[in-house]
């Protein structure tokens, strides 16, 4: 698969957005890129770090896959 068409994959999933962006910020430092998805910001809204509904989930482009695990299970 060229990397110039990468399909996003699944990393990882947090219960709250202050962990799922430290690990983007960690991920998007190693020029990975980082797709974040959540149902909702959090319990009182998008500007509150609390629980988010249903969790944040962390893709990343398939063919940096590996390399992003790897940076992930060093944290």
Same mark, same amino acid.
């Given at each position: 698969?060229? /990397? =110039?068409?990468? !399909? +996003? #994959?699944?990393? &990882?999933?947090?219960a %709250?957005?202050? =962990? @799922? *962006?430290m &690990?983007?910020e !960690?991920?998007?430092a190693?020029?990975?890129p #980082?797709?974040?998805?959540?149902?909702?910001?959090g319990? +009182?809204g998008a500007g509150?770090?609390g $629980? @988010?509904?249903?969790? #944040?989930?962390?893709? #990343?482009?398939? $063919? *940096?896959?590996? !390399? @992003?695990? /790897?940076?992930? %299970?060093?944290?």
């Amino acid at each position: 698969m060229p /990397h =110039d068409d990468p !399909r +996003f #994959v699944p990393l &990882a999933e947090f219960a %709250n957005g202050f =962990d @799922a *962006d430290m &690990a983007r910020e !960690r991920l998007e430092a190693e020029d990975i890129p #980082v797709l974040v998805k959540s149902l909702q910001g959090g319990m +009182f809204g998008a500007g509150f770090l609390g $629980p @988010a509904v249903g969790g #944040v989930t962390l893709f #990343v482009p398939s $063919p *940096d896959l590996e !390399r @992003a695990q /790897h940076l992930f %299970n060093d944290r």
